[in-house]
């Protein structure tokens, strides 16, 4: 069990089973797992002939890298876009309904 | 069976059943109200399956013709996938004692399939602002403060894209003299209005927030609902009036690039969802219109698993919205341990809707990208694949990771009620089955389908994709560089209106007072002024205004008079 829960009083886990996903060397498996996948779909690569449309679609694991890129490239830019776009959950409610102590804007 | 269930309806479009029967079917005791509203999309389905495969229906009101039947290639896919939509719909909210809603989804859900058989413009409209007159009560349902003001909102903007599809038709029907919905093109003003109607049910870049608004403030089971059909509708007339119009190729890739960034920092995962429902409208977009054979089979095809995985992915979350009461990422967590059957459903969903080899996102997406690849458009061909990439981030990810894994919430609830459940299978087992065996749903596209999706070079470049994009996400999971859930809003482009317009609005406001004041404020200076030279100069006291002598005072009337005579001559 985590370190973080705070149970609520009423669903007490003191009983519960371990679960497979709580021990942290079955996560560390599963990463082992999906490595392996990467590096099975990769070498798949060498043993047929691509066909694509553009050139670099027949590239040596260009999907491979491009997924990559592409998602770490997404993820950091999302965050670089929150310093723009994000507000206190509060922001879109009107004074009077404003949860706790928390600011309010304009 | 089902042609003598055609034969009842005569020349009536399926869907208008579930119109009409809604409200009654409502009304029943609890029990055989719910038996009767899972029977109406399956009688529904087989009306459609019984009519022949082109049907037309016209009446004649004063001298205009409207088709309010028609089926042909193109509406028959997209019936069918209401129907099931409808059906899997009534299941997951069978729990709900809640009439107003029983009622308006069915009748959303029977315009939306009647608005696809309309032949004519005319026609067209009725059920278009039906749809949006019907759905709003499945965001009112909610019965909050902000949901109605989201309801209002989305209604507003709802009919104004009604209005816009009845101005255009009005224009059309001037200019050539008829009320067919056949292709229209931008070529004439008329063509470009009904252009923008579609546009904003079809969520195009910046016309797309009312979505993101509306459907995360709707009810568990009215979100279910909302994602299934009004976009869905306006794909499906993009596809009738302006295939193959290039300006939706560059529309469509940027609607599947958009709305991602958004969904990679937002909190609230059925608001996640909406933007990714928004990314996935975009592939469709881009298919309709690059417009050839191919290209149009992926859009439909697309439009059939999404809307699918889409219910079950809304579905899912509804679920757990229901069960814990909030559907915040940063509240939720290892709620697998208490949801276990939801959470496997969600999974089905996003490994669906990210495209994975089996899924029937697999054999619909790819055939938009191989059209696009095809064409050799370079920019929308990169774009797409960038957006397959996003598309693992937030619905094949964080959507299921964030609520029944990640940190332990400590959250403990009881598991969906049972006809979730069994909604949720329904559409788990369709999203696998058209992946598994995609001819089924290759048969009922709109044109023949050549086109293999279990390709050596597919499988494994699909797989390369996302399976490296998943390394991704464990990679930045592990240095700790993903961004972490916070409690926030997100501002959209809805902002413009929630925000900045009231504001512009007081501030003109205020400006207006502010120059009130001061034009006041001078004005009784200078009525100070006067009042002070006045008395300064007009007084009993001052020069002129003492008491003058008799003579004095004779001598200035009579030179009055004289100048009078003078000037009168």
């Known amino acids: ?106 | 069976m089902t042609e003598s269930i055609a034969a009842l309806f005569g020349g009536m479009p399926p869907g208008l059943l579930l119109v009409i029967a809604a409200v009654p079917a409502a009304l029943l005791p609890h029990k055989i109200s719910q038996a009767a509203m899972l029977a109406l999309p399956v009688i529904g389905l087989a009306h459609l399956l019984g009519m022949p495969e082109e049907f037309h229906h016209t009446i004649q009101v004063f001298d205009l013709t409207l088709e309010l039947t028609r089926i042909d290639r193109l509406s028959y896919v997209f019936g069918i996938v209401f129907h099931i939509a409808a059906f899997i719909g009534v299941l997951y909210a069978a729990h709900q004692r809640d009439k107003l809603q029983a009622a308006s989804s069915l009748i959303y859900a029977g315009a939306a399939i009647a608005a696809v058989f309309a032949g004519d413009l005319l026609t067209l409209f009725v059920w278009w602002e039906l749809t949006a007159l019907s759905s709003v009560f499945l965001i009112w349902a909610s019965r909050t403060e902000s949901a109605l003001a989201a309801g209002q909102r989305y209604l507003v903007i709802q009919v104004l894209s009604g209005l816009l599809l009845l101005a255009g038709a009005i224009q059309l029907y001037s200019t050539s003299g008829s009320l067919a919905f056949e292709h229209i093109g931008l070529e004439s003003l008329g063509g470009v209005l009904v252009f923008l109607a579609f546009g904003i049910k079809a969520c195009f870049p910046l016309l797309h927030g009312w979505m993101k608004d509306a459907y995360p403030e709707a009810t568990v089971t009215g979100t279910v609902f909302l994602s299934g059909f009004t976009t869905k509708l306006a794909i499906y007339a993009l596809a009738r009036g302006y295939a193959g119009t290039d300006i939706l190729i560059p529309i469509g890739f940027t609607m599947t690039a958009f709305p991602i960034f958004f969904a990679v920092i937002e909190n609230d995962l059925r608001r996640v969802l909406s933007y990714s429902l928004n990314n996935q409208l975009g592939f469709m977009v881009v298919g309709i219109g690059i417009g050839t054979e191919l290209a149009l089979n992926g859009t439909v095809a697309h439009v059939f698993a999404h809307v699918i995985y889409k219910a079950l992915l809304f579905m899912s979350m509804g679920a757990v919205l229901y069960r814990v009461g909030t559907i915040k990422a940063s509240e939720l967590g290892g709620l697998y341990k208490s949801m276990p059957w939801t959470a496997f459903f969600c999974i089905i969903g996003s490994i669906s809707i990210s495209g994975f080899p089996l899924t029937s996102g697999f054999i619909s997406k790819s055939m938009v990208i191989s059209a696009a690849n095809a064409e050799h458009l370079l920019l929308a061909s990169i774009v797409l694949l960038f957006a397959s990439a996003g598309v693992l981030d937030h619905s094949g990810i964080k959507i299921p990771f964030f609520s029944f894994f990640a940190h332990d919430s400590g959250k403990r609830v009881e598991e969906a009620p049972l006809n979730m459940r069994l909604a949720m299978a329904i559409a788990a087992a369709l999203c696998i089955g058209v992946g598994v065996y995609p001819a089924a749903l290759y048969s009922i596209l709109p044109y023949p389908v050549d086109y293999a999706p279990y390709t050596m070079t597919h499988v494994f470049t699909v797989l390369q994709l996302l399976l490296f994009a998943a390394l991704g996400f464990v990679f930045l999971w592990k240095m700790g560089w993903y961004p972490p859930e916070l409690r926030s809003v997100v501002l959209d482009v809805d902002w413009t209106w929630r925000r900045f317009l009231p504001q512009a609005w007081s501030g003109v406001a205020e400006g207006w007072l502010i120059g009130q004041r001061a034009f006041l404020r001078t004005a009784d200076a200078m009525r100070l002024r006067v009042l002070g030279f006045t008395s300064a100069h007009l007084s009993p006291w001052s020069r002129l205004g003492e008491p003058w002598p008799t003579g004095q005072t004779a001598m200035w009337a009579a030179a009055l008079l004289l100048a009078y005579l003078y000037l009168s001559y």
């Open chain 1, 1 to 106: 069990m985590s370190e973080d829960s705070h149970p609520p009083v009423d669903s007490p886990q003191v009983n519960e089973p371990d679960y497979w996903l709580d021990q942290p060397k079955n996560i560390d498996l599963l990463i082992k797992i999906l490595i392996a996948a990467c590096v099975i779909v990769v070498c798949a690569d060498f043993f047929y002939h691509k066909h694509g449309h553009f050139g670099f679609q027949e590239w040596f694991a260009f999907d491979a890298v491009f997924g990559f890129a592409a998602y770490v490239g997404l993820v950091n830019s999302a965050k670089l876009l929150r310093k723009i776009v994000m507000r206190d959950e509060d922001y879109y409610l009107p004074a009077n309904e404003t949860e706790g102590e928390g600011g309010q804007h304009d």
